[in-house]
């Protein structure tokens, strides 16, 4: 306990240092309260396509290959985020979610829980090691908002995302076991396409087809190997400013992120990943197993990655 403030994070024993404090300010302030209201009552097209996510889980890459399957090559964007609205922070960049997009079928991405998307449309929902997914989440948003001296990775990833269910976390973002146990029991349900990432970075060919049939296009060889070759990890770093979420960073600027950081979505295969303590690895466990496994039967996620192998093309 925070004998000497009495400070503790809600539903922790975790006493935050500084530079925690200021970043938990920022997340209570993230949301615009009337926008976020708005977003929830969003009323999707039937043929519209959802990009779900938890984030640091493939948004980005599902996002650009989505909309270059759709287009057959349309790069003339300042940030995919234009072409690729984010549901949750539309409103808040001064986007209306329901104007009209460049082409057929819609796209809008998002990390909301199940619960709380709008329903309606078809889903495409994308799964990724949680682990790895929170140390990527560090990377984010340490050099945006602080900076890694400031606050440790097992600081950030047990303070802000090892949560139990929505009531223990006052700030109402989905965690990444609830995203996981909420989206997973429509595995089998018409309109959701589940895909997992590391399935996707091992055979994204695959991947391409498997999206394209579930858009309803048309099957071109040509505009699928074009957008095979454009969502690449080599395509995206030499578009880098394409996908650096500098909208974002200007509609937020206000709350206080670092004047030369960095946001950018697309890193280098040997980016430094710091690790996390064997304590934050258990507690990440404990709430698999309390949340996740209770729904989809897996005491892992690699078990339940390796019982989910990358279902064959549809035809």
């Given at each position: 306990?925070?004998?000497?403030?009495?400070?503790?994070?809600?539903?922790?024993?975790?006493?935050?240092?500084?530079?925690?404090?200021?970043?938990?300010?920022?997340?209570?302030?993230?949301?615009?309260?009337?926008?976020?209201?708005?977003?929830?009552?969003?009323?999707?097209?039937?043929?519209?396509?959802?990009?779900?996510?938890?984030?640091?889980?493939?948004?980005?890459?599902?996002?650009?290959?989505?909309?270059?399957?759709?287009?057959?090559?349309?790069?003339?964007?300042?940030?995919?985020?234009?072409?690729?609205?984010?549901?949750?922070?539309?409103?808040?960049?001064?986007?209306?979610?329901?104007?009209?997009?460049?082409?057929?079928?819609?796209?809008?991405?998002?990390?909301?829980?199940?619960?709380?998307?709008?329903?309606?449309?078809?889903?495409?929902?994308?799964?990724?090691?949680?682990?790895?997914?929170?140390?990527?989440?560090?990377?984010?948003?340490?050099?945006?908002?602080?900076?890694?001296?400031?606050?440790?990775?097992?600081?950030?990833?047990?303070?802000?995302?090892?949560?139990?269910?929505?009531?223990?976390?006052?700030?109402?973002?989905?965690?990444?076991?609830?995203?996981?146990?909420?989206?997973?029991?429509?595995?089998?349900?018409?309109?959701?396409?589940?895909?997992?990432?590391?399935?996707?970075?091992?055979?994204?060919?695959?991947?391409?087809?498997?999206?394209?049939?579930?858009?309803?296009?048309?099957?071109?060889?040509?505009?699928?190997?074009?957008?095979?070759?454009?969502?690449?990890?080599?395509?995206?770093?030499?578009?880098?400013?394409?996908?650096?979420?500098?909208?974002?960073?200007?509609?937020?600027?206000?709350?206080?992120?670092?004047?030369?950081?960095?946001?950018?979505?697309?890193?280098?295969?040997?980016?430094?990943?710091?690790?996390?303590?064997?304590?934050?690895?258990?507690?990440?466990?404990?709430?698999?197993k309390l949340i996740v496994q209770p729904t989809t039967g897996?005491?892992?996620?690699?078990?339940?990655?390796?019982?989910?192998?990358?279902?064959?093309?549809?035809?």
């Amino acid at each position: 306990m925070c004998l000497e403030t009495k400070e503790q994070v809600p539903g922790t024993d975790i006493c935050p240092t500084p530079g925690m404090k200021r970043f938990l300010e920022v997340l209570d302030n993230w949301r615009d309260p009337q926008n976020y209201e708005k977003m929830l009552k969003y009323q999707p097209q039937r043929s519209e396509v959802f990009i779900a996510t938890f984030g640091k889980s493939g948004t980005t890459l599902v996002s650009q290959m989505c909309h270059q399957l759709r287009t057959g090559g349309h790069m003339d964007f300042k940030e995919i985020t234009e072409v690729v609205p984010f549901l949750e922070l539309a409103y808040d960049l001064g986007m209306d979610p329901n104007g009209e997009q460049i082409a057929e079928p819609r796209l809008t991405k998002t990390h909301l829980e199940h619960d709380l998307c709008p329903k309606g449309a078809r889903y495409i929902v994308v799964l990724r090691n949680p682990i790895k997914a929170l140390v990527s989440y560090y990377n984010f948003v340490a050099g945006w908002f602080f900076r890694p001296e400031e606050i440790s990775v097992d600081e950030y990833v047990q303070t802000v995302h090892l949560k139990e269910p929505r009531s223990a976390n006052p700030r109402g973002f989905c965690t990444v076991h609830t995203f996981f146990e909420s989206w997973w029991r429509h595995r089998n349900d018409p309109d959701y396409l589940f895909l997992f990432y590391e399935h996707i970075l091992a055979d994204p060919e695959t991947t391409a087809r498997k999206v394209n049939n579930f858009m309803g296009l048309d099957d071109d060889e040509e505009r699928i190997q074009n957008a095979v070759r454009m969502s690449s990890r080599e395509y995206m770093l030499k578009h880098e400013d394409h996908f650096d979420e500098h909208l974002t960073r200007l509609a937020k600027a206000h709350l206080g992120s670092l004047p030369n950081g960095n946001s950018t979505k697309v890193l280098p295969a040997d980016f430094p990943k710091p690790k996390l303590s064997a304590e934050t690895l258990a507690e990440a466990d404990r709430l698999w197993k309390l949340i996740v496994q209770p729904t989809t039967g897996y005491a892992t996620y690699e078990e339940m990655l390796n019982d989910n192998p990358m279902m064959p093309v549809l035809n």
